[in-house]
């Protein structure tokens, strides 16, 4: 059974930084996208980051809000993603989910999800 972990968030004063962990297991790590996505409160789910499998290990483009800010990378030797957060506002408050799936070409929404990393940024 594919399994998505997360860790790392939590609450933090604006300008602060926190690194989201997550770790899969049940899959064979190298073979598919793992990726990033937030909610906020009343909002829908959006994207943040992705990177393709290894060894290409590919960064999709960053949107505007965060391009300067966050940063995805990955782990192969310990099945982990992992999304840098620097300079942290309250506009980033949400909860953030670990996703995994076969390829670009495939919805994210076929994949599998982590449990959410709540992030509060206070003002």
């Known amino acids: 059974q594919v399994q998505l972990v997360e860790s790392g968030g939590g609450l933090v004063q604006a300008g602060e930084s926190l690194r989201l962990s997550c770790v899969a297991s049940g899959l064979t790590f190298r073979d598919y996208v793992m990726g990033w996505f937030l909610q906020a409160p009343g909002k829908e789910r959006e994207f943040v980051a992705a990177i393709s499998q290894e060894p290409d290990g590919y960064i999709a483009p960053y949107t505007d809000a965060v391009k300067a800010r966050f940063n995805i990378s990955r782990d192969g030797a310990k099945n982990s993603v992992y999304l840098q957060m620097n300079s942290l506002g309250h506009e980033d408050t949400a909860v953030y989910y670990c996703?995994?799936?076969?390829?670009?070409?495939?919805?994210?929404?076929?994949?599998?999800w982590g449990q959410g990393n709540h992030v509060a940024v206070s003002t």
């Open positions: 996703n995994t799936h076969s390829s670009f070409q495939g919805s994210p929404m076929d994949g599998y």
